[in-house]
DNA sequence: CTAGGGTTAG
């Protein structure tokens, strides 16, 4: 039925587009117009057929369209293929646009340089850049030339794939060659790129060289660095730049003061935020949804929950009504500080409000509940999320893992991880750590290892974090001595330990009795630039008090204290148990 | 609404 009325539509706007003022012409009116009238497309039937999209409400629809106007005769015009390629491209079914392209080029239909372009740009979001290349093919052959937008689509494209540095070498040739004039999307399209690829310092430097040269930035490019720039902690930066841009003219929008309200507000700089929420009013930008989301994600991160929700209520007041978004973020915010309850009811409360929870709602409560013990709880939500016929992605299977693990559940945690790959998702960093972490934690650590090279098979790196997961399982399990070698073998890996790292190698050198090593290795993290924190201390202390070295642990506490570090509950009774033998003696 | 672009959640 629904087939039938999305034709029939189609149909009707094709046919009687002619004749809108409804004035009556005398039947033989015609032979006053002249030829060229006559074939016009104020004719009945137009040889362009206009169709309407508007009936297209899912990708069903869009093909079923798509086979009727292959069949209409005269054909539309390629435009009109070209407005139903990108509709499906919104719904983001990339591999469905090309194939309704080859059903396209099979039936003889024209296809022109958008149609090309359209194509590539699906070949870059499915992450086959190289097919995207390929296409270049298909414009020689048919007369056409690549225009801007092809080489900017291509440009994205390397950098989606991670091709950083063939991206800049295109980009590069563009201009050399003169293949195409560089357009504000060019310009945005690299910096991004090379933001989102890590990058910002060089897409900074990049933009002030723009700013000299005939490409003028505008404001989504210098809002991407500051973005970026906030990101990476250097929100002075991107004060600095917000203030270089307004010098030049370009004012700032609600994303960009969005971007560095986040960024002051992630780094517990709520004085500046206020104020810059004042000012923000004062350039009569009114806070949006995303705005208040960024306010209500800060005070959650914080663990201020009830600030979170007075944000929530403000919004309101305004008139600005809280998404998806602004309650996944409060049941993380709740998750995060333990009232499971709290998150789980405004996840119940979501329908009501005529928000459907998504994935990423989900994901939130499934790690609410597994951080707080209650896997049983979470693996009923993961199961869940099936049958409302949501999409798993990563992160929800390695929340569901990490639940898994902690709750001693080994079997069931791999089972999942092969249930993963089974779903055509692939395991990121995270994922393995998670793994390792799990099977670590339940002394398999010869499993553990044995992961270690299927990720780095896989091409995934281990980081930092992955070697810190090892090594405190091989500590925990009596194996200090190759912990410790591991431990060595690091800088060769061009990796460099963190606090969390140190700690745990100190901790366990100095259980294990090797208190000297420790003390070295105490003192060489101070040289490389590496800070002690509390953990440090007490876990040092704790060695030391373990071996009845009671004089070297007073005077490492004595430190401790001048360095505004107290000790933990476990230091206190320890030397509690210490003092009291040395009385007993 | 013929093609390519920046900001929010785990």
Known sequence: MKKMRVFAMAVISRGFAANKRGTVTSPLSF???????????????????????????????????FR???????????????????????????????N???????????????????????????NRVDFGFAILGSFFKCGYKPDVTTFNTLIKG????????????????????????????????VINGLCKAGHTLTAYDLLRLFEKTSFKPDVKTYSTVIDSLCKDRIVDDALQLLAKMIDKGISPNIVTYSSILQGLCNFGRWKE??????????????????????????????????????????MMQRNISPNVVTYTTLIDGYSLVGQIDKARKVFDSMPGKGLKPCIISYSSLINGYC??????????????????????????????????????????????????????????????????????????????????????EQGVNPNITTYSILIHGLC??????????????????????????????????????????????????????CAPDSVTYNVCIQGLLKRKLLA???????????????????????FLDQQQEEGLR
């Open 273 to 314: 935020a206020k104020d810059l929420i004042t000012v923000m009013v004062d350039h009569k930008i009114s806070l949006d949804a995303v705005t208040f989301n960024i306010l209500v994600d800060a005070f959650c991160k914080e663990g201020l929950v009830k600030e979170a929700e007075d944000v929530v209520e403000i």
């Open 100 to 126: 309704v392209f080859d059903e396209m080029r099979q039936s003889g239909a024209l296809v022109d340089e958008c149609t090309l372009n359209i194509v590539i740009n699906c070949y870059c979001l499915l």
């Open 476 to 529: 925990k399990d009596g194996k200090v001595e190759i912990a410790r070698d591991l431990f060595n073998s690091l800088p060769c890996k061009g990796l460099r330990p963190n606090v969390q790292l140190y700690n745990i190698i100190i901790g366990s050198l100095c259980q294990e009795g090797h208190v000297e090593e420790a003390k070295c290795l105490f003192v060489e993290m101070e040289k490389s630039g």
């Open 31 to 65: 032979l006053s117009s002249s030829f060229h009238n006559l074939t016009h497309k104020n004719m009945p039937f137009s040889p362009n057929p206009r169709i309407d999209f508007s009936c297209i409400h899912d990708v069903d629809d869009a093909v079923f369209l």
């Open 158 to 189: 390397l950098f989606l794939g991670d091709k950083v540095v063939e991206a800049e070498k295109l980009f590069k040739k563009l201009l050399m060659l003169k293949l195409c004039e560089p357009d504000e999307v060019t310009i945005l399209t």
């Open 371 to 456: 951080k707080n013990g209650k896997v049983e709880e979470a693996w009923a939500l993961f199961l869940e999320v099936r049958r409302k016929g949501l999409d798993y992605n990563v992160v929800t299977y390695s929340t569901m893992l990490h639940g898994l693990f902690c709750a001693g559940r080994c079997a069931d945690g791999l089972k999942l991880f092969k249930d993963m790959q089974d779903h055509q998702l692939i395991p990121n960093l995270v994922t393995y750590n998670t793994l390792l972490n799990g099977l670590c934690m339940n002394k398999q650590i010869v499993e553990a290892f044995s992961f270690l090279h299927i990720m780095e």
């Open 68 to 98: 009727q106007m292959l069949r209409m005769r005269p054909q539309p015009c390629v435009v009109e293929f070209n407005k139903l390629l990108t509709s499906i491209v919104k719904m983001k079914k990339y591999s469905v646009t090309l």
């Open 552 to 574: 070297e642990a007073k005077a490492l506490l004595d430190e401790m204290h001048k360095r505004g570090f107290s000790p933990d509950s476990t230091t206190v009774s320890l």
